[in-house]
């Protein structure tokens, strides 16, 4: 437990720091402040592993737990989101050169593992006899992945409509010239989230088959099941304009940040809304 908390908390404070250093890149011509983000960033990526692989021991002491994946509590589900999301945008950074955008995107992992840290309980359970699945490793994996890369993607919008409020200002900011263009961050929002997309359904998919073996159907009225499906939908109609309508601009960045707020509203609101899949409370 306390070799756990304080690589987490050091993972923590590495991809706070790691956002600071993009805030200060975005603001000034400091290349120095890049190299620090993905400095800082890869150490935190790296520190957060070896967290994880502490948690993942812990958690398969107990022998019914062995070969399952430690996300049947807040904790676990926050810190694999945290993860995701930092590792994502590494690769994301690796092919396109845009650390800029780091200070739009790596705020998300330091909130979502700060979270989990400050909030959370990460001690280790036995697994519910309804969890030992391996529909474990695999529906709610792929979920939070793709919520993972939403969470990327809604940073490039973020930064899409800034740059665009900027271009058509009278009086641009330095801003303005160290964003990259329009056309840029529009087709880096719309890979991102084609990319991620399928990985939502799979998972879904996914939820669906485990619940029919379960419960014997398929659809159970669950709100966080209905939620997740409504941002499946609101993604699918943003997929739909930008490659078949062939629209661009805010309209349809505006649908895909309505996109990832449901995505919030599904991963969180399950503690308030949900009683199987409620973190806290124990379900599925």
């Known amino acids: 437990m306390i070799a756990q908390s304080a690589l987490s908390w050091s993972a923590f404070v590495l991809y706070t720091a ?47 737990n062995r070969w399952f994946l430690p996300l049947n509590n807040f904790y676990g589900a926050l810190s694999y989101m945290a993860f995701a999301l930092a590792a994502a945008f ?25 979270a989990a840290v400050a909030l959370a309980n990460p001690q280790a359970q036995p ?38 409020r900027q271009i058509k200002s009278r009086k641009p900011t330095e801003l303005c010239y160290r964003l990259p263009s329009l056309d840029e961050l529009d087709g880096l929002n719309a890979k991102i989230v084609a990319s ?30 209905t939620l997740a499906v409504l941002t499946a939908v609101v993604y699918g109609a943003f997929l739909w304009q930008h490659f078949v309508g062939g629209r661009r601009g805010r309209r349809p960045v505006y649908v895909s940040l309505a996109g990832f707020a449901s995505a919030l509203v599904t991963f969180f609101g399950a503690e308030l809304l949900s009683g199987r899949h409620a973190y806290l409370g124990g379900g599925r």
């Open 18 to 64: 790691a956002a600071f250093a993009a805030l200060g890149y975005l603001f000034s011509k400091d290349a120095r402040a890049s190299r620090a983000m993905l400095v800082l960033l890869t150490l935190g990526v790296v520190l957060h592993a070896l967290a994880v692989a502490v948690h993942v021991a812990a958690f398969w002491a107990y022998p019914e």
């Open 90 to 114: 590494l690769a994301v950074e690796a092919r396109n050169r845009l650390g800029i955008l780091g200070a739009f995107v790596l705020p998300w992992a330091a909130l979502a593992l700060g």
């Open 127 to 164: 697994l519910a006899p309804a969890l030992r699945s391996y529909w474990l490793n695999l529906h709610p994996v792929l979920l939070m992945t793709a919520y993972a890369a939403f969470a990327n993607a809604a940073g490039v919008a973020v930064a899409l409509l800034i740059q665009e």
């Open 196 to 225: 991620a997309y399928p990985v939502l359904i799979v998972g879904l998919v996914m939820g669906f088959v485990w619940a029919y073996r379960d419960w014997g159907r398929v659809w159970t009225g669950d709100p966080k099941l």
